[in-house]
């Protein structure tokens, strides 16, 4: 009755630094008194779990996990003093507290093998190991029957890694019964419906160019891509590799003058993209923003100048040499929607705007481009 009194009387506490502790340095509590407001050293989770300094002035005040029963951070980083199994004794640690509510996780790191911990409702406290991939003791089955009587997030647990950050996001949504879909590495195939369109710096001095009225022209293309969440969140880093090829056949007439100009180019197109994907259980929709870059393989390009007098016609080649980059970097904007098969499987439908430019001082024909996108993960 009294350890239960105790930990009731710590979480309150542990609260209430949370809410009145922002903008301080942190907290540490006793058996005793509680101290607010101070300086707390943070000397990586490895030593954290091991001692609590306290800088006072000039002085370093050091703790162990059997002088204190808690400390913290103004992060709200807290650490909570547990008593544990380890190399065949029992040994007192900070264990760091990554959950609240009906399970909360503890995590304590150690140079040969950091693991986890799970207390439920205050009174059960184990040991969480990874445990063997072919064995009901691996940490994925195990999530699945600690949380069987909340079923609808059943299928998440075999997403889930054995880190910290990804951990702590099962089990607070678990005790938030929070049903969404869970972060997960994607990759896959891609394939893209592009529009690509000449675009004419103003620095560009070429009178023929100048002279053409540049429209779309239409290819199909394709490639691979991958898709990281960061700290499983519903952030991500989006990239691919795409293939494309296009022909360009501009011809314009003026006067008594015909300009052509043809171009043949074949691109591996690299986007480096940040997405936020709105987490909803079958249709997500998504926008991103990023850098790309373009490897030009083949860009060939010809111009030419066709004069009409009397009966004859003469046709002119204008030089047109690194007119067309064979590296061009740029932005990258986009819209789209996730339409979930299952837990894991997506398709990916997207429109995408591209504008390059190349790297010879403006004097280089840029590029942009409008991509309609479908992808499938593996």
Not at 164 to 180: G, M, P
Not at 245 to 254: D, M, Q, V
Not at 266 to 289: D, G, H, M, N, Q
Request: hydrophobic fraction near 35%; glycine fraction near 6%; include cysteine.
């Amino acid at each position: 009755m009294k350890q239960t009194i105790i930990k009731v009387f710590i979480l309150a506490i542990i609260l209430f630094l949370g809410i009145i502790s922002k903008g301080q340095d942190g907290f540490f509590l006793t058996d005793t008194t509680i101290s607010a407001g101070v300086k707390i050293i943070d000397n990586g989770e490895y030593i954290n779990a091991r001692l609590c300094e306290v800088k006072k002035g000039k002085t370093i005040e050091k703790y162990s996990p059997d002088e204190i029963l808690s400390y913290g951070f103004d992060n709200d980083k807290i650490f909570i003093s547990k008593e544990i199994p380890y190399n065949e004794d029992t040994v007192r640690f900070f264990l760091e507290q990554l959950s609240e509510g009906e399970y909360v996780l503890y995590y304590l790191a150690d140079k040969k093998q950091s693991t986890f911990f799970i207390e439920k409702d205050s009174t059960n406290f184990f040991e969480f190991p990874k445990g063997n991939k072919n064995d009901d003791s691996y940490f994925q089955n195990q999530l699945q029957k600690i949380t069987s009587d909340f079923p609808e997030i059943s299928t998440n647990t075999k997403l889930v890694k054995y880190n910290k950050t990804s951990l702590k996001k099962f089990i607070k949504e678990y005790n938030n019964r929070i049903d969404k879909p869970f972060p997960h590495l994607k990759f896959g195939f891609t394939g893209v419906f592009e529009m690509s369109k000449f675009l004419l710096p103003s620095q560009l001095n070429n009178d023929y160019l100048n002279q053409l009225n540049l429209k779309y022209e239409s290819s199909l293309g394709g490639g691979f891509f991958a898709d990281i969440p960061i700290k499983a969140s519903d952030f991500s880093y989006h990239t691919e590799v795409l293939y494309t090829k296009h022909g360009y056949s501009i011809s314009e007439k003026k006067d008594n003058n015909i300009i052509d100009f043809v171009a043949n180019i074949s691109t591996i197109k690299i986007p480096a993209l940040f997405r936020y994907t709105y987490p909803s259980k079958k249709i997500s929709p998504f926008v991103e923003a990023g850098g790309i870059i373009g490897l030009n393989l083949n860009n060939e390009s010809q111009l030419y100048n066709s004069v009409f007098a009397s009966n004859t016609i003469e046709i002119n080649a204008v030089p047109t040499d690194n007119l067309i980059s064979e590296f061009q970097e740029g932005i990258s904007l986009g819209l789209g929607l996730e339409y979930r098969l299952n837990f894991k499987n997506s398709i990916f439908f997207e429109i995408r705007y591209n504008q390059f430019s190349g790297n010879n001082n403006f004097k280089t024909i840029n590029t942009s481009d409008i991509q309609f996108i479908t992808s499938i993960n593996l």
